[in-house]
C-alpha cells in the first residue's frame, strides 16, 4: 500500500505560486502543473489571498490580464469569420466590377 503525505507549503511559496498564476497568460491548471500540485489548491489560494473581505498576512495585487484565455480565443474566432466574411464581398464586388464594366463598353 502506497503512503502519501501531505505536504506543506510556505506561505512565500503559495505567494509566489498565487502571483506567477495571476501574471501568467495561462490557465490555472497549466500553471499548477508546472508547479507540481493541484489546480484546486491553487486556485484556493488565489481566492484567499486576493480576497478583499478578510485582510490576510500578505496580500496579492491582481494584475491579470483584462480578458481570460476563453474570451480571447472567442473573440479571435469572431474576427476571423468577419475577415472570411469580408474577404469574400471584396471577391465579389471585383467580380461585379468587370461584370459591370464589360456592360458599359
Known amino acids: 500500500m502506497k503512503v502519501i503525505t501531505k505536504r506543506r507549503h510556505t506561505m512565500a511559496f503559495k505567494v509566489a505560486a498565487v502571483q506567477k498564476s495571476i501574471d501568467s497568460p495561462f490557465t490555472v491548471k497549466s500553471v499548477a502543473d508546472g508547479l507540481g500540485i493541484h489546480p484546486k489548491l491553487l486556485t484556493k489560494w488565489r481566492m484567499q489571498l486576493t480576497r478583499k473581505t478578510k485582510p490576510s498576512a ?48
Open 58 to 105: 500578505q496580500k496579492v495585487a491582481n494584475h491579470g490580464p483584462e480578458k481570460s484565455y476563453l474570451e480571447l480565443e472567442r473573440e479571435n474566432r469572431d474576427l476571423r469569420k468577419r475577415l472570411e466574411r469580408m474577404e469574400l464581398e471584396a471577391e465579389i464586388l471585383k467580380k461585379a466590377n468587370e461584370y459591370f464594366d464589360k456592360k458599359l463598353k
